[in-house]
T-cell receptor, first 112, second 114 residues
Framework: AQSVSQHNHHVILSEAASLELGCNYS??????LFWYVQYPGQHLQLLLKYFSGDPLVKGIKGFEAEFIKSKFSFNLRKPSVQWSDTAEYFC??????????FGAGTRLFVKA | DTGVSQNPRHKITKRGQNVTFRCDPI?????LYWYRQTLGQGPEFLTY????????KSRLLSDRFSAERPKGSFSTLEIQRTEQGDSAMYLCASSGSGVNNEQFFGPGTRLTVL
């Protein structure tokens, strides 16, 4: 069965620390990859997406993610986090057509 | 606000009652999705509409659940004979018609079944 695994459920960082959130998926075919973010009290919103081409994709607010096909991974990174990055982050995989499978999410808390 | 809207935002009901939720997608989007999210989990796919046609239903969607999108615009999700296990956040999202277009999510309806 298709699945998405996020390695960390909770991450606590100080401001200016670097961030890397792990995401692995299980699906043997062509995938489209997403990171969504949910800030406190707000809707889920797209942070970045990968469909094809350069496996290093840049999103909003200084986030980037790298697709490593051989590792079935799509890790999210940010060189220097801010207090305003406190949120829940979801990795998601589209397996063709309409269906998108979400990971369980990682709650990030950034200490000011 | 031209985003996805959902009503009500919160619903508290007693076990055995029926509830209905409404989703209004972004007007030019022809795809509409329903998800369920429980504490500590990501959104789980429930069903999907392309215009008014319901093209896919998850096995999570038992016979007590029914979704409609009668005119290809707003959608309703009804749960009959609610159970405590139905307590969750029900999310609606919409997208355009391209392959794996970005989905835009609504604020969700939080259901509590007592």
């Amino acid at each position: 069965a298709q699945s998405v695994s996020q390695h960390n459920h909770h991450v606590i960082l100080s401001e200016a620390a670097s961030l890397e959130l792990g995401c692995n998926y299980s699906y043997g075919g062509t995938v489209n990859l997403f990171w969504y973010v949910q800030y406190p009290g707000q809707h889920l919103q797209l942070l970045l997406k990968y469909f094809s081409g350069d496996p290093l994709v840049k999103g909003i607010k200084g986030f980037e993610a790298e697709f490593i096909k051989s590792k079935f991974s799509f890790n999210l990174r940010k060189p220097s986090v801010q207090w305003s990055d406190t949120a829940e982050y979801f990795c998601a995989v589209g397996t063709g057509g309409f269906k998108t499978i979400f990971g369980a999410g990682t709650r990030l808390f950034v200490k000011a | 606000d031209t985003g996805v809207s959902q009503n009500p935002r919160h619903k508290i009901t007693k076990r055995g009652q029926n509830v209905t939720f409404r989703c209004d997608p972004i007007s030019e989007h022809n795809r509409l999705y329903w998800y369920r999210q429980t504490l500590g989990q990501g959104p789980e796919f429930l069903t999907y509409f392309q215009n008014e046609a319901q093209l896919e239903k998850s096995r999570l969607l038992s016979d007590r659940f029914s979704a409609e999108r009668p005119k290809g615009s707003f959608s309703t999700l009804e749960i009959q004979r609610t159970e405590q296990g139905d307590s969750a956040m029900y999310l609606c999202a919409s997208s355009g018609s391209g392959v794996n277009n970005e989905q835009f999510f609504g604020p969700g309806t939080r259901l509590t079944v007592l």
